[in-house]
């Protein structure tokens, strides 16, 4: 944020009063601009045992398949978030079911919620921002084509789970190795 967006004059990268970290500060008025992760809400949708996956048509990871999630928008619940991007994505309506993981990715500044529920019955088309859209049991998964490890990690959760007939809240951190220059 090189310049403040409540006078428009620069900023400076600096530790305000009683922080701990470096911040953009505006010169002029003072104004701290805090930068802080970004949460992406979504759901893992069942039909008949089969995940509902979309393979995305847009960056990043075009072509690579994911369950349907997005980031949250300013006034919606997580909840509401994850049914948005269902129907946005897949033109999906859900019934989710409970928050079933969450993903803490520090080195991008990103929180995943992901909701456990069921597709509203079968039904799903293909939304703007997929260029298809199916159902897979876990052996048609393409493991090898999945957009995120918090997905490939999501859906091992869920058919492991499934085994068991237990599923519980899921929470695991996530760091990306730091690639040589």
Same mark, same amino acid.
């Given at each position: 944020m090189p310049f +403040?967006?409540? +006078?428009?004059? %620069?900023t400076l990268p600096l530790i305000p009063a009683g922080d701990s970290r470096v911040r953009q500060v505006c010169e002029s008025c003072g104004h701290i601009h805090y930068e802080n992760p970004k949460i992406i809400c979504g759901a893992l949708l069942v039909w008949q045992d089969k995940v509902l996956l979309c393979r995305r048509a847009i960056e990043p990871r075009y072509g690579l398949w994911t369950l349907p999630a997005g980031f949250m928008e300013n006034g919606e619940t997580i909840a509401e978030g994850a049914a948005r991007e269902s129907q946005e994505e897949a033109e999906a309506v859900s019934e989710l079911e409970q928050l079933y993981c969450?993903?803490?990715? %520090?080195? *991008?500044?990103?929180?995943y919620m992901l909701y456990r529920g069921m597709l509203v019955e079968g039904n799903f088309g293909v939304g703007e921002e997929s260029l298809e +859209?199916?159902?897979? !049991? /876990?052996?048609? *998964? %393409?493991? /090898? !084509?999945?957009?995120? /490890? !918090?997905?490939?990690r999501t859906l091992k959760h869920f058919f492991a789970d499934r085994q068991t007939g237990h599923f519980g809240l899921h929470v695991e951190t996530l760091r990306h190795p730091v690639k040589p220059t």
């Open positions: +403040c967006i409540h +006078c428009g004059l %620069p969450i993903y803490n990715i %520090p080195d *991008i500044g990103q929180v +859209c199916g159902l897979f !049991s /876990e052996a048609d *998964i %393409p493991w /090898e !084509s999945l957009a995120f /490890e !918090s997905i490939r």
